[in-house]
């Protein structure tokens, strides 16, 4: 009760709201420019939150990808853009919605069933995630090492790009987490004499460099398409919205549910879950064949499951250090740069800082109403802002923010580096989230493997013993194995007819 | 950013995967214990394997494609200059930003890039310095980072 009491102390600050109210009002802003990501807003954030106490640099990451998930509606709605990747599973379907004179509709559907699903998301967080550190504290290395494995193993299968695509990125991932020398014979792996990269490759510069770096170069590349907003005024956003929850309490339930399922995932985010959503509120509706006219019941499922999603990903990341999502990857490494380094034992050692993330998460699904509100009425001015304007003031901040975490000239070229590659990568199909994962997760699965086997002594029956582990052991095999036997299952069947 | 057939893809993923094996092979051995260079072995292995399942994935499709796609923004020189800015920019302030200052290379890459994206040169420098001197305030002077000052150490405070 005195860590809760101490927690609502911590949030309950003056900085820390001011803090949370600027990082709610700069997602709202990055969420709604077309070709701005919640985890670029994320990636910019970091290095300002580098110079923060715990509690409010994560509650500005918590609040900025929040926002940002629910205002990439926006100019779905309006302008048949998503704003996020996150909003384009049912942007053509918001955006028939305001041809038929329902944007006010559609936009607070968007704004209200964004904060249900946020604040179901966030109920299973607070529920699971204590429940479930219990059960990892018994965990050993063994348990670590398969579930890091199964985790990146539904990252590759999930991935957007198809799985061997997914599985090129994690490996990339994961040869760069070797650099350095946090290894067992603390041996400098690929630093090429620079020792600026004995201790790896320096997590932030590699994220702005793989998120925002490499978004700058897109944008300078393409010709940006004239902004053609379908309605600029509108009237009140929240009249209609009781009835819409009293008609769909089946769909927002849904939605939520899959999307904290989907979120927790490891290499699955907000945009998979509304993907999903979206396909299976379709496939339930009793009215399918308004998919796609113009039809509220998809964005109200797939609009709750993306801002779950985000609750979702926090499970895995907070219990075991294992992100769901690329937003959750940059969070750890926040995490760890905090001295709050994930894992179960957080929840003893430092259980005022989660009640207080976890109260983060709910005032920011709360504060999304007024925010948001306040973002569509004021829209028409946030588009003024020109992004040949903005993108170079971006690239700016991205350079001194890759600079500021060592004082270090080198990591501008790391970001630059990582900039170039995460371009090339999606130009040529490939996941980028994946390789964050590898990179987030090398250490902990090379660690873990390298502690079992000397445990082990060579025994590798060891690595199956414990139940817990020859459970995830087997679950991993199941997923290596499934497009096989999914195949040969299907030959057969082929063959039977 | 060019697109490369699924064939080179692949040859790609495999010569990554060969110069870090090759790489891995000349690290220490650790007696009785994994060494260092058991996990980039690993990840070496599953590039290779990747690349070489990328190229049957590639042969076993009809598609006729380019080699190497050119993307269509090389035509455009603003869009090219603009690429090649962002490059020298941040690669040459990775080099000489601490003799040259923090001040000269922001304002450059901001007021260039500016420019290069249909901004009107006065406005650009304007906005250059305006941006370089904001983002100079909340870090060095709000954030404590210690920005360069280069060519402007007798100016500094």
């Known amino acids: 009760m005195d860590a809760l009491t101490t927690a609502f102390g911590l949030v309950f600050d003056p900085y820390v709201l001011a803090v949370i109210l600027g990082a709610g009002l700069f997602g709202l802003f990055v969420g709604a420019i077309p070709g701005l990501t919640a985890t670029m807003a994320t990636a910019l954030l970091v290095p300002v939150t580098f110079f923060m106490p715990p509690v409010p640099a994560v509650a500005a990451i918590v609040t900025a990808t929040a926002m940002a998930i629910f205002s990439g509606d926006i100019p779905g709605a309006l302008m048949r853009i998503p704003g996020t990747p996150a909003s384009a599973a049912y942007a053509d379907e918001a955006y028939a919605m305001t041809r038929k004179g329902q944007a006010e509709l559609v936009l607070g559907a968007g704004l209200v069933f964004s904060v249900i699903g946020g604040l179901i998301g966030t109920t299973i967080l607070v529920i699971a995630a204590p429940s479930l550190a219990e059960i990892a504290l018994k965990f050993s290395s063994f348990e670590y090492f398969w579930l890091v494995l199964l985790g990146l193993t539904c990252a590759i299968f999930i991935s957007a790009g198809g799985a061997l695509r997914g599985f090129v990125s994690l490996l990339l991932g994961l040869v760069i987490a070797t650099v350095g020398m946090e290894n067992p014979a603390a041996f400098p792996r690929f630093t090429f004499d620079r020792p600026e990269l004995t201790g790896g490759v320096t997590l932030i510069p590699m994220l702005v460099g793989l998120f925002a770096v490499s978004e700058i170069f897109r944008f300078v590349v393409a010709e940006a398409p004239p902004i053609m907003v379908a309605q600029e005024r509108f009237g009140s956003i929240f009249r209609g919205q009781g009835k819409l929850i009293r008609q769909y309490p089946m769909q927002t339930l849904r939605g939520s549910l899959l999307g904290t399922a989907v979120g927790a995932l490891p290499g699955a985010g907000a945009d998979i879950a509304a993907w999903i959503s979206y396909a299976i509120s379709k496939k339930l509706s009793k009215t399918p064949e308004k998919f796609g006219t113009g039809h509220v019941e998809g964005v109200i499922e797939s609009g709750a499951a993306n801002n779950s999603a985000l609750s979702g990903a926090w499970i895995p990341a907070l219990v075991f250090g294992i992100p769901g999502d690329s937003i959750t990857a940059i969070a750890i490494g926040v995490l760890y740069l905090k001295n709050m380094n994930p894992g179960p034992t957080i929840f003893l050692e430092n259980p005022q800082n989660i009640y207080a993330v976890f109260i983060v998460f709910f005032l920011a699904q709360l504060l999304m109403l007024p925010l948001g509100w306040f973002a569509i009425k004021t829209y028409k001015q946030v588009l003024k802002v020109p992004r040949n304007v903005l993108m170079p003031l971006i690239l700016l901040f991205c350079m001194v923010g890759a600079f500021a975490i060592n004082n270090s000239v080198f990591d501008i070229g790391v970001m630059l580096a990582f900039g170039l590659l995460g371009w090339f990568l999606e130009a040529n199909r490939f996941p980028v989230a994946p390789v964050i994962l590898g990179a987030v997760l090398g250490h902990m699965l090379e660690d873990n493997f390298i502690n079992s086997m000397i445990k082990a002594d060579g025994q590798w029956g060891a690595f199956f013993d414990r139940p817990i582990a020859g459970g995830l052991a087997a679950a991993t095999f199941l997923l290596w194995t499934a497009p096989l036997l999914l195949r040969l299952w299907r030959r057969a069947r082929g063959a039977a007819a | ?157």
């Open chain 2, 1 to 157: 950013m060019v697109r490369l057939d699924d064939f080179l893809s692949g040859a790609l993923t495999i010569a990554v995967g060969v110069s870090v094996a090759i790489a891995a092979r000349s690290f220490p051995e650790v007696p009785g214990e994994p060494g260092p260079a058991l996990f980039p072995l690993l990840a070496a292995g599953g590039l290779i394997v990747c690349g070489i399942a990328l190229i049957l994935a590639r042969l076993r499709t009809t598609v006729t494609e380019a080699w190497i796609e050119r993307p269509e923004w090389v035509a455009r020189p603003r869009a090219v200059a603009a690429v090649v800015w962002i490059i020298a920019g941040l690669g040459l302030s990775s080099a000489f930003m601490e003799s040259v200052g923090f001040f000269p290379c922001a304002i450059l890459l901001v007021t260039g890039l500016l420019a290069l994206l249909r901004v009107r040169l006065w406005i650009a420098a304007v906005v250059g310095v305006a941006a370089a001197g904001i983002v100079h305030a909340i870090f060095y002077s709000g954030l404590r980072v210690a920005l360069p000052w280069g060519l402007l150490e007798p100016f500094a405070w």
